[in-house]
Every structure is written in structure tokens, then in C-alpha cells.
DNA sequence: TAGATTGTTAATCGATTAACAATC
DNA sequence: TAGATTGTTAATCGATTAACAATC
């Protein structure tokens, strides 16, 4: 009865999840998965069989309760409780990331922040103190972090790794775009900007064939 | 003779072949597919298979050069010609896209950047003068862009989309959290930060069963 | 020639889709 | 009961891995 859970199952739960969260605050109380399917963009089977891995949430001929749905997949995704995240650098990406209303929303609570800057450390981002990188091992243990958050240049995203899993994180999001060596146990997911493009290049091309236009130089410029 | 090629392997190469440009940086001539493996966590077989979709680049018995493995990849890519590209939205993320250095690097240009805010409109960043919305479509259509990236606020995300679209582009990043409506032909990938987080949520717990642990207050705080 | 490593074909594994039975 | 919609089983499709032949 042990079933594989496909990821892309776990994605699409995540986004179904968010649409859920925003048919509830509309006061929506029932939904099908065709409707659920349409919004999502994928097939209503596929919104159905991804449910059936879980358990069986609707009422044939009727639908899915709104509540009731949203409530069993932020469950499944273990959002029915908070996890405590460590937001490791603080440039441009890791502002944003700090600032990112949805995170603290979903239950994921940023209680540390680190970087080495020394204009930052010392100052406060939603409360929570900026500190510097020698007290990463301490606070995250302390704080019994689960998840770190890697936004710092390539190059230290090792050593920074390497200290999160010190500190005791269960789980990694590394935006620096390299292989991070990690021990088996701990879960790693790497977000890659360029990587993303790369793949909208390809693609574009596919569709035109050879041919590719160049660019002009801008029309407003310096 | 005409292969389907999976989208995991687009990304793959893309991985690949910045690992290819850092090893021709460091003036290594040959690499095997063992050791290519090996620095991007996949197996050679993979590798090998990877390669085999697009051609034969390397000698068996003794494996590939490194400057024409690479160059073949960003061929294949189309990443030997540049690209336009135009930013929408300037907030922490979209500053942070601006600044990346290795977009240029990789032939993606930036060559429009867009925002709401009077006072960021009108100044630059590399050159690149920073303009209303409302010159969206013209400078997208002069440009001859082919992709945009949507970094501004979910609620403005299909608004910026249609434009850009409206103004030619092939191919959308998207970085706000919604799903965005596009006209089939118009490429779309999504970047969508909770969503990896809360896979990491997912699958932390898996490891651990059912046993979660809650968060202390953390050790340095407001 | 022997050793190494590529490239390919076939087998396996995994995910999606189609068909349909169950049931509200 | 008829219509709607879920949940499941089987079929298909796609991607990875294993085995091995080719060849430097």
C-alpha cells in the first residue's frame, strides 16, 4: 500500500494548493476538478489522479469541498504547521526573498538571516536580526532550522552548505548555480535563473526553424 | 529522423555546458563523460545519451574536447548568437536579474528594462535606461525581443504578459505565482519559489515520518 | 593488441492519459 | 432515474538505465 509520489505530483499540489487558498477567500465552497484543471492548466485526470495518491478528498457527481481540500493538501504538504527557515545572503535575490509576503503565508517562518556584509549586519528585516556568517552554525542549531536558503555568489555556496548542514538543516534551496556536494540525507533543490532561460532559447528556435532574428541596438539608450 | 528531445535533457545540457566553460577557463583540453558525470551529479550513461540526441562529438577510447564539446552545446542551445531580452519589473527580484552577470555572458542581452516607480524611472543600470510601462510595447517591438521576464507582483503578471506578447516576444519567464494565459505559440516557463520550498517540505518530512519539530523563538531577535 | 571510452539498442522504470466503473 | 463527477485500472507514452558493440 506504499505508493510512489511522482514530484511533479508534489509541484502541482503546491499549486493547487495555492489556487484553493484563493477560492476560499473568495467564499468559494465547492469545486470540480475540471474547473480546478482550467485555472491550473493541466487535465482535469490529471488533477484527479494526483488527489488519489493521497486518499479520496471528493464527492463523485458533486466536487471538492474548497476548505475541506485546501485543508488536506497543505496537510500532506506538512503546511498544517510552521517550518523554520535560515536565509543565507543578503544581495539583491535575498532581499527579495526576505521581503516575500507568501512564504511566512505558507508557514514558512524565516527566523535567521546571514550575511557578511558588515553595513547589514546588525540591522532587522521583519524582526529578525541580520547576523554574520561565523554565527550561521549556532542560531541555526539554536533554532532548530530546518530549511536553509542559499543566495550567495557561487563560489561560497559550498562552504555556506556545508555550515547549514552543521547546523542541523534537513533541507537546502540553493540559488547559486553549481552542483552543491551534500551528504545523501539531506534534501536539495537548486533553482537556476539561467538554466530557465536557456530553455525558452531552445525552444524559441525550435519553432522558427534555423532562422533568428538579431537585435537592434535599443531604442532608448544611454 | 527526427528525435523528440526531452526537456530534462535542455536542462541538462544547459548545466552541462557551464560546467564545459569553466573547464576551458581552466585551459583543460580533453574531459571523459565518467568525469562530466561525476561534477554534475548524473550518470555517465546519461551524460552519454545526452550528447547522443544532437551528434557524435567525441572519440571513443578517449572522450571529448573540451572546446568543441562546448561549442556544439551552445550551438545546440542557440546560445552562439545573442538573444534580447527584456525585463519587467524592478523590485528586489527584478534588480537581482538585472545585475546577473552571467546572462551576458550566455549572450542574453538585456536590452529593455521596465517599471512603475517615477524614481527609478529614467535612471540606468549598464546602460540600460530604465522606462514606463507604457513604452512596453513599442521598445519590446524595436528591440526585436524575444523573451521577457515578468518580475513584477502576481496581480500585474498577465497584464505584463499580454504586452509583452503584444510587443513580439517568442518566449515569457515568469516569476510571479500565477498562471499566466498565453497564446499557444508563445514559449512560457515558470519560476516559482514557494513551490520549491514547499517540495522541500514535502519531502523533509517524508524522511522523518510523521515526527515534526516545532521552532524555539529564535536566539537573536528584535 | 589491450584498455578505455563512446554511442546505440533493448529493457526497465516512471508518469500521463484513456476508459470506465462507482456513486452522489 | 438521469446527469454529473469522482476514483481506479489498464494502456500508452516518455525518460532513464543496462548491456554491449564499435572504435580510438
Redesign the pocket.
Known sequence: MKV?I????IMRMSVYSRFLADLDRKDIIMI???DIAERVG?????V??D??LFG?????????NVKELHWQILKILSLDASWSVALVGLGNLGSALSSYKGFHERGLIITSIFDNNPGKIGTFINNVEILPMDKLVEVVKYNQTQIGIISVPSEYAQEIANLLVEGGVQAILNFAPVVLNLPREIKLRNVDVTVNLEILTFNSVKIFGEIKRPHNEPLFFA
Chains 1, 2 share one sequence.
Open positions: 510512489k511522482p514530484e511533479a505530483t470540480s476538478s475540471f493541466v487535465s482535469p485526470v490529471q484527479r489522479k488527489f488519489s479520496e478528498f471528493g464527492k463523485r457527481g458533486v466536487g471538492y
